[in-house]
């Protein structure tokens, strides 16, 4: 395994959550076939560099359908979002609910039923925990690896 790689990728990746970051850039950028990369990130983290710029692109989006009138389009594409239908996808999977549902659930609406409300709390205390772990590793793990060398 390779900590450190895999912190230069979570800072790569942080640093643009918002453009386009593709698995073949970061095969350009850090010079390693994408199946390693993909793979020493799974290993280490548990959750594919795919799957982690959608979860930390959807709780970025929260806020933002929480606290203004926007489009879904609008909020979908300033997080980084290729698309309306995309976004919906990955935010579903995500909250267990849509983006307008989220929407309402926020606001307190009367047609979000408990259990939808749970599902929600639930799905929004999961990847809370999940993106604060990696978080961690991130700030835990040395920027560099290098061994020190015995004098004989």
Known sequence: ?????????????DDKIYARVTLEELSRVFYYNKDYL?????????????????????????????????????????????SQEYYSEIFSKEMGTNPHNYR??????????EEERNRIRKNLTDIKYQLDQISQYKDNVPRSTVKKLSRF
């Open 1 to 13: 395994m390779n900590p450190s790689l895999v912190r230069q990728l979570l800072t790569y990746i």
């Open 38 to 82: 993909m793979r020493i990130f799974k290993k280490e983290l548990g959750i594919t560099i795919i799957d982690y710029m959608n979860k930390k692109r959807v709780y970025s989006s929260l806020e933002e359908l929480k606290t203004t009138e926007d489009s879904i389009l609008k909020v979908a594409l300033s997080h980084g979002f290729t």
């Open 104 to 113: 309402k659930f926020t606001k307190n609406h009367p047609s979000i039923l």
